[in-house]
């Protein structure tokens, strides 16, 4: 995946972070930060596999968060005592 500056950005502001945030994170000075999202610099090969990761993190996180308050809808509807992921996917998203 190529991180251009947008898609830097897209993913800091997906986690709900400042630049210092997503720099302390990726251990780089938080200059670098916004001179990648002007697209003043490009992405190391260690930077994008960083990137790369932390966009894993967030879809796993954004799951989490999705099918956690759904599950309470399941509780409510169904009379069970435990929800999987999948079962919460089979009926909010293959619908």
Same mark, same amino acid.
């Given at each position: 995946?190529?991180?251009? =500056? $947008? &898609?830097? %950005?897209? !993913? +800091? *502001?997906?986690? =709900?972070?400042?630049?210092? $945030? *997503?720099? %302390? %994170? !990726? %251990?780089?000075?938080?200059l670098k930060i916004g001179q990648l999202e002007m697209g003043l610099e490009e992405t190391s090969e260690d930077l994008t596999q960083a990137l790369e990761l932390l966009d894993r993190q967030a879809d796993v996180t954004a799951d989490a968060v999705f099918c956690g308050a759904l599950s309470e809808i399941i509780f409510e509807d169904e009379d069970? !005592?435990?929800? $999987?992921?999948?079962?919460?996917? +089979? &009926?909010?998203l293959d619908q």
């Open positions: 995946m190529i991180w251009d =500056g $947008d &898609k830097i %950005r897209e !993913l +800091r *502001l997906r986690m =709900g972070w400042s630049q210092s $945030d *997503l720099a %302390r %994170r !990726l %251990r780089i000075d938080s069970v !005592l435990q929800v $999987d992921t999948s079962s919460i996917h +089979r &009926k909010f």
